[in-house]
């Protein structure tokens, strides 16, 4: 699919209150269990900056297709508190500690993951921040070096028991 086909298939915009649940569901689509974040903790992360929510919505059915989403923080190092404390947020942060890249199975393999990744990456250079920083598992540190992050090596975390990847993404 192209990036016009992309945009002309679906809308770009901040998540609204009423989308948690869909929100919600699409999460535990997206992630097992032990990594999947929690409703209320979800819920908590939407009320608290909803701001940081990228949502991709699909024009014919005006449903969300997939998200991403984090917190602003000054740190630079990614710890698992990020996932379950959204007070740790910091509207005026120079980072951004991305916690969730969700896309519907349906809507996968199809450039819209790298869409958002794009959109959120502009949207908030143009916010003056400086990176952005995630985890993940070693069969996606490819897939996100495509997306321009750089791995800077095995991260401290230990969500959901796994062994993670920090990668960065400077804006800067």
Known sequence: MTQQSI??????????????PQAIGIEQVCFPPNEACSAQ???????????LFL????????LLAGFLNGLATDETTFR?????????HNYDGKNIM???????????MQG????????YC???????REALILTCLEEKVE??????FEDDGMSSSTWGGEQWHQMTRRLK
């Open 7 to 20: 945009n002309e298939r679906f809308t770009f915009r901040e998540i609204y209150m009423y989308e948690i």
């Open 122 to 128: 502009a949207r908030e250079q143009a916010r003056g």
């Open 55 to 62: 949502v991709a919505i699909e024009n014919e059915s005006g």
């Open 80 to 88: 698992d508190e990020f996932f379950t404390d959204a007070n740790l």
């Open 112 to 119: 819209l993951a790298r869409e958002l990744v794009n959109q």
């Open 98 to 108: 991305l916690l969730g890249l969700d896309v519907l199975p349906q809507y996968r």
């Open 41 to 51: 903790a979800m819920k908590e992360r939407i009320a608290c900056a909803p701001e």
């Open 143 to 148: 897939m996100y070096k495509k997306f321009q």
